[in-house]
């Protein structure tokens, strides 16, 4: 037993040192994309011209300022809303990347699953901190959690792109009603330090952990809207532990789907790894700065008004989606 907790001990120190790292390297990258914006451009394309004309400077690749400003931004915003509420910031990556940025939906996907996988860690190492991460009933959502993924994958070969966003956009309305749920629940719970082994029934925890992995693989997200709040409702545990819970098995989640769907799609032909690689270091940077100032939030903040804001964007989103 003593060896055990040794070895997780070491492990989360070390996850830990390696997230210092990445913060650092992040900061540095955001530097490096606004110095590029600023000295970059006379010897590519200048399309623009007058006062913002370097808005338009091709700074790496065919990456512009303006597309890097806004990847970093669009980072930011969907890690601090994956941060607070557990959910939502793979739906507002996958749609911007998409129907925004005019990138593929199979582009967007993979995209927003290599850049969550930072943000669970980011999320995952705060709630730590924290000590609302529930272990016995994590530890059935990642195995539970990766079966779905597989499941995904084999699903989502078998229908085409249109199909995906008809159920992204089905996602974004159900996003929206789970949130508005949320307001009306009462938030004054006690989180848990832990919980009695015979107080988890696994075959329900499994159950969510499935659909969670699924909803991964086949859209790009999380999968966060499902595993939350059927933990708060289903299992009864506090919303900021189901929060936890959600975030520390979307690390194993995220990392499962976004590798296995790289191979296939890089084997097919959908994209190429130095465009998925250009967005994603543009990304990356707000994701995981985003990730951890959300999750600060969480614990000092009264975030019913974000969840309204949330809900309104995701209704927008869901019916732009289904009606066009």
């Given amino acids: ?136 009933v994590v530890k059935l959502l990642i195995p539970s959690s990766i079966l779905g993924v597989l499941i995904g994958v084999i699903v989502g070969s078998w229908i085409n792109k249109d199909f995906v966003e008809i159920i992204l956009g089905i996602y974004a309305l159900f996003a929206g009603i789970i949130v508005l749920n949320q307001i009306l629940v009462k938030t004054s719970e006690k989180e848990l330090k832990d919980i009695p082994v015979s107080e988890i029934n696994e075959s329900t925890v499994s159950g969510i952990g499935i659909g969670m992995g699924f909803l991964c693989s086949l859209i790009g997200i999380s999968g966060g809207v499902l595993s939350t709040p059927l933990q708060h409702t289903v299992l009864k545990l506090p919303l900021k532990n189901s929060i936890a819970n959600s975030i520390a098995a979307a690390v194993f989640c995220s990392i499962t789907a976004s590798t296995i769907l790289l191979f296939f799609g890089l084997k097919n032909g959908d994209y190429l790894f130095k465009d998925v ?15 951890q100032f959300g999750s600060y939030l969480t614990k000092r903040l009264q975030i019913n008004y974000i969840r309204a804001a949330f809900a309104i964007v995701a209704f927008a989103i869901g019916f732009k989606i289904l009606v066009k």
């Fill in 277 to 291: 690689l250009c967005v994603n270091i543009c990304l990356i940077p707000g994701n995981i700065l985003g990730g």
């Fill in 1 to 136: 037993m003593e060896q055990t907790n040794f070895w997780k001990t070491g492990w989360i120190k070390s996850a830990a040192l390696l997230f210092v790292f990445l913060k650092a390297v992040a900061l540095l990258v955001v530097s490096i994309i606004v110095l590029a914006g600023l000295f970059s451009g006379s010897q590519s394309g200048q399309k623009g011209v007058g006062l913002f004309g370097f808005l338009d400077y091709e700074i790496f690749g065919s990456i512009t300022y303006l597309e890097a400003l806004n990847l970093l931004l669009l980072g930011f915003l969907s890690g601090a809303v994956g941060g607070m509420l557990g959910m939502g910031g793979g739906v507002l990556k996958v749609v911007n990347l998409h129907f925004f940025l005019a990138f593929d939906i199979l582009f967007a996907r993979i995209v927003s699953l290599l850049s969550y996988t930072v943000i669970s860690l980011s999320a995952f190492l705060r709630y730590r901190k924290y000590d609302l991460i529930l272990w016995d």
